[in-house]
């Protein structure tokens, strides 16, 4: 089980974002009074380090710097961070090679963190043309409910208790898959009443987007239920309800759920979400 040293910590375990969507912005904002609070020192100096990785490889790298002087940031500027799209329309929609962004906290000055666990913060993603959303971001590793599953089962279990395909409304679903680390890792994908599972093959240092309704086959023209994604080795996710027609256009992405069950309810934040979702205009007839 992973287990972190006690006192002031050095580095932050980095965050894993999903990549931006074509015809949209990232926009990060690091929270600059939880970082001041988290800081064992009033004098600290700390690194930020954002990674833009894909393909199996480092696509861009960027290093700023905030200075914490007697209890207040010098300039807060580096705390703000924005990334263009780096894929394209078809790109995203093929889905099956995409970028991430990791983000690591690193103090260069005084005693470091009071925790490996960096502040929580929410990556907002804006655009011009479509409906803006935010996202959570996740943790790259040390997920303690995860690393205990692999312990008693070898393997983890996550997935999201409300997904919806509505083909007649333009409703998509998909998940995107960040495998972060230094191996590839399979994993197998499952979807509520469908008897065979599909397997996907995530590369090192890559991201890629599944979309259920590519899994449901052309004849189906709905399906409502939960996803499970498992496997050996683990990776991050994050689930995107969106259209069909145009799968770059998001209606909100979410973070996975730790697998507990089977459910006997739907969660009432799940059905309001799939209320929104379903308010999507249905696509207009050209005669």
Known sequence: MFEHRQGPQRGCIPVVTAPPPPGYTLRQRLPLDAIRAACVDVDEIILIDRRLYGGGKLIERWEQRLELRAGEWLD??????????????????????????????????????????????????????????????????????????????????????????????????????????????????????????????????????VDFAQMLGADRQAWRGQAFVWGPNRVNMFF??????EPNSIVTMEHSEVYRGEHGYVPWLGELLRKSARKRPAPASIE
């Open 240 to 245: 995107v309800y969106h259209g069909l027609a």
């Open 76 to 209: 807060a500027a580096p705390a703000a961070f924005d990334l263009e799209s780096p894929v394209d329309e078809a790109q995203w929609g093929e889905g099956k090679s995409l970028p991430f962004l990791e983000t690591l906290l690193v103090a260069e000055r005084g005693r470091g963190f009071r925790s490996i666990f960096a502040p929580s913060f929410y990556t907002v993603f804006d655009s011009d043309r479509l409906k803006s959303f935010f996202n959570d971001n996740a943790l790259k590793y040390a997920n303690t409910v995860v690393i205990r599953q692999i312990e008693a089962f070898k393997a983890w279990v996550e997935g999201y208790p409300v997904c919806e395909i509505d083909r007649a409304r333009d409703l998509g679903q998909s998940v995107i898959l960040i495998n972060p680390h230094e191996r590839p890792a399979v994993v197998s994908i499952s979807l509520e009443g469908l008897e065979k599972p599909r397997k996907v093959k995530v590369d090192a240092m890559s991201s890629c987007r």
